[in-house]
């Protein structure tokens, strides 16, 4: 870690994109933050890189509130907190997931952002990474619930731009197609074998692929924003458009 870095807190660090980032940036030479519910693996991943851990709710004002008072500086923030519950269409949707899947995407980055927006200013070269998707951009049937919150997050990553013009934050939103990380389990409840087929044959993205591009966009020169970047595996061309070899 370098003398006067950069800080970056990563949201949803606890697991694949998250973890990743915080490797990619502290491989770069920020100083990391990670930071997600299970605390424990925010730790040990804190100790395998030399950076630091917070414990983090985005559902839960008072857990964003905690960590914007435990944070002495932040000049990047990477939003990868969110996922999917779910594949039900909306004939059979469940309000109580789509509730979880808006406050975790959408809240969850407006929170966290809000909070911690005066600290990106006063260190003059702030950036807010959000990873979205392809479903921030794209429809598929039984995905309302998370299209519609990845949809909100583009939504809200354009009105950022808008509202910071004039301000040292550059902001970028990431959207990736098919990554292989836990996000697909959880979607599934744990059904191991369900979550595998999304998989099959397809070579998806690593989580790594995804914190390499994380960490191109924040080591770009300060005047330069990249403002959306989709990333698919090469057998992806849409959400509902791929290739499988097995
Ligand atoms: N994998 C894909 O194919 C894919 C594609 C496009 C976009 N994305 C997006 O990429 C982001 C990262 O997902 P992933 O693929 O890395 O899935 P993942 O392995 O399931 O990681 C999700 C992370 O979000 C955290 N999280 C969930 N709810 C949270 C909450 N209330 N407060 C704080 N942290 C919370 C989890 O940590 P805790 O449970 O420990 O809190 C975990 O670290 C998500 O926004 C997802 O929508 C994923």
Not at 30 to 59: N, S
Not at 128 to 157: R, W
Not at 215 to 226: E, I, M, W
Request: proline share 4%; hydrophobic share 45%.
């Amino acid at each position: 870690m370098e003398a006067g870095a950069r800080t970056a807190l990563v949201t949803g660090a606890s697991s694949g994109i998250g973890a990743a980032a915080v490797r990619a940036l502290a491989a770069e030479g920020l100083q990391t933050v990670a930071a997600a519910r299970r605390i424990d693996r925010c730790r040990d991943l804190a100790h395998e890189v030399g950076g630091e851990a917070v414990e983090l709710d985005v559902t839960d004002p008072e857990s964003v509130a905690a960590l914007a008072a435990a944070l002495k500086s932040v000049d990047v923030i990477v939003h990868s907190a969110g996922g999917a519950l779910g594949l039900e269409p909306v004939a059979e949707a469940d309000e109580e997931a789509w509730r979880t899947m808006y406050e975790t995407n959408v809240l969850g980055v407006e929170r966290v952002t809000k909070a911690l927006l005066p600290a990106l200013e006063r260190g003059g070269n702030g950036h807010i990474v959000v990873i979205g998707s392809i479903a921030g951009v794209e429809v598929y049937p039984g995905g309302a619930g998370y299209t519609a919150a990845k949809h909100a997050v583009n939504a809200l990553c354009r009105t950022l731009r808008l509202e910071l013009l004039g301000r040292p934050i550059r902001v970028t939103e990431v959207a990736p197609g098919m990554v292989e990380t836990e996000f697909a389990l959880v979607r599934f409840e744990g059904d191991a074998d369900r979550a595998a087929e999304v998989y099959r044959g397809i070579e998806p993205l690593t989580a790594e692929d995804v914190a390499d591009v994380i960490a191109f966009s924040v080591t770009r020169a300060p005047n330069v924003n990249l403002d959306y970047i989709a990333v698919k595996p090469v057998n992806q061309a849409t959400a509902t458009d791929y290739h499988r070899t097995s």
